[in-house]
């Protein structure tokens, strides 16, 4: 048997977890739809703004629902995840750095990217 | 003398849960991946609508809001589910678990229907490379929970069979891992195709 008081510490790291994640993502939900900041947050602010919060939600649910705070040493789940973020922060950036980079190169158009093509093999 | 027996049988027990846990979440780091380059081609070609919809004029939001409320409830009675199984009520287990595979079938069940609706309006992954990236991505997520679905349940007809056994636990703890990782999964395509795709 585990003591009751180990017991509601974890309902109540739950708990938290929860509702933090619930108000997170209501916030979020809020300043797209309901267009909140819409008259004074550029596009681009708002997409930071966003991200950041995904990635408050991100932390919130790692430490309460995954527990990854509370491992013992050596922390290998810590590592992992470190280094499994570290391999995503190289294929999701370096992709997007690639491929936008080939399209800010094209500097064109779908039709006019055509209109290339077809020059290009002489039709 | 029975104590510190018992408690050395409990902690090499527990040395081996922690080596199936640590295997477990190497997993789910490497899936991490998979759902990374799955969001790095959605966002390559999110523009890519080929005269058909974007995302502005598919996606029906309240729902949306809906699904992500289903998920991460289930996800956080599935972690309620784990601390029964610790106070060893097999009654109380059962009922959360039920909670779980219910709210986590409600979500495939809206999925599903967005889905069929897309389909059905002509907007399949034939129609763009948009729609391409984006039936993979929420797909993948998609077949994700169908499988936690089915493994859900077959721990549930064992659990309800054997009782809370060794292994028994110690598969749930790995499911609601799993479960959880789902839901974090969800919490990004929410906000990087959702949201975003609105705005």
């Known amino acids: 048997m585990i003591r009751n008081s180990t017991i509601t510490r974890s309902v109540i790291s739950y708990s938290i977890g929860f509702i933090l994640s619930i108000i997170l993502t209501l916030l979020a939900y809020a300043i797209v739809v309901h267009d909140v900041f819409k008259d004074f947050w550029s596009p681009m602010a708002i997409i930071l703004i966003l991200s950041i919060l995904a990635s408050i939600q991100l932390i919130v649910q790692l430490i309460f629902f995954l527990h990854l705070g509370n491992e013992t040493n050596p922390r290998w789940k810590l590592l992992s995840f470190i280094f499994a973020l570290i391999i995503l922060i190289i294929i999701v950036a370096g992709s997007l750095w690639i491929m936008f980079d080939l399209n800010s190169r094209m500097m064109m158009s779908t039709e006019d990217m055509i209109k290339y093509m077809n020059r290009q093999t002489g039709l | ?199």
């Not at chain 2, 391409?132 to 859900?152: K, M, P, Q, R």
């Open chain 2, 1 to 199: 003398m029975t104590t510190t027996r018992l408690d050395t049988a409990a902690t090499q027990k527990h040395a081996s849960d922690d080596k199936s846990q640590l295997g477990f979440w190497i997993y789910l780091m490497t899936d991490c991946i998979l759902f990374g380059s799955l969001f790095a081609t959605y966002i390559v070609l999110h523009n890519n609508t080929f005269g058909g919809p974007s995302g502005n004029d598919i996606f029906e939001m309240p729902a949306v809001l809906v699904e992500t409320l289903l998920l991460l409830t289930s996800s956080f009675t599935c972690g309620l589910a784990m601390i029964a199984m610790r106070q060893r009520s097999k009654k109380f287990s059962l009922f959360w678990l039920g909670f779980t595979f219910l709210l986590g079938l409600a979500f495939l069940i809206m999925e599903l229907t967005e889905f069929n609706l897309l389909i059905s309006e002509g907007y399949s992954w034939q129609r763009s490379g948009f729609l391409s990236a984006f039936f993979t991505l929420v797909g993948t997520h998609g077949l994700h929970i169908t499988i936690g679905l089915l493994w859900l349940l077959v721990m549930g007809w064992k659990l309800f069979k054997h009782g809370l056994t060794a292994p028994t636990v110690r598969r749930f703890n790995l499911f609601s891992m799993f479960w959880h990782f789902l839901d974090i999964i969800w919490i990004f395509i929410f906000t990087f195709v959702y949201l975003m795709g609105v705005l």
